[in-house]
């Protein structure tokens, strides 16, 4: 069973640019199995507040094509069969990013793995509100064609736009925090 708040957020807000008007429809679903200590870490982070903030400002306000996302907190169990199943491999990760095809869609689905990014942030000894926010500038980013495994320039890329937009946000850089 799943867990849903769903946020129709038909308001206007601005991308990373601030010049562009993004309309972005967020659906926000918790896997049944994730326990009450990790719900109250979680809720209060993933507020329909922070993730509109967080995604709309990762968006390219001149790639106006995504207009919903859908963001889901499962547990261990569902992130490794999930990685398994679509990616091959057996490990659950911290974030999937889901397009409905290769091509650039209106609809993302982002999935992350609530125990893994919690350990994750322990182990990298930052916050877990800083450690969620870049994993949703992240999964945006690759939401809208971005592949930092397709090559070391685009790995560079990447990693350079979420340092940039991290910082716009006012957290701390979290690739030089890790290197």
């Not at 209060?44 to 919903?68: C, M, R």
């Not at 889901?72 to 057996?90: H, Y």
């Not at 690759?142 to 736009?161: C, F, P, R, V």
Request: proline share 2%; hydrophobic share 35%.
């Amino acid at each position: 069973m799943t867990h849903t708040a769903r946020h129709n957020n038909k308001s206007s807000s601005k991308g990373r640019q601030g010049t562009k008007h993004v309309d972005l429809e967020i659906s926000l679903q918790y896997a049944h199995a994730l326990d009450s200590a990790t719900l109250g870490l979680l809720r209060p982070i993933f507020s329909k507040k922070n993730i509109k903030h967080w995604v709309t400002f990762a968006l390219n306000p001149d790639a106006q094509h995504l207009k919903e996302v859908t963001l889901r907190l499962v547990d261990q169990e569902e992130g490794l069969s999930i990685n398994k199943q679509f990616r091959g491999r057996a490990y659950a990760t911290n974030i999937l990013t889901f397009n409905a095809s290769e091509n650039l869609n209106t609809q993302a689905d982002l999935l992350i793995c609530a125990p893994v990014v919690i350990q994750e942030a322990k182990e990298l000894g930052i916050g877990l509100k800083q450690h969620c926010a870049h994993l949703l500038v992240h999964g945006t980013l690759h939401a809208q064609g971005y592949d930092h495994e397709a090559g070391q320039k685009q790995e560079l890329e990447m990693e350079t736009l979420e340092s940039l937009l991290m910082l716009a946000l006012g957290f701390k850089d979290p690739y030089l925090e890790h290197k």
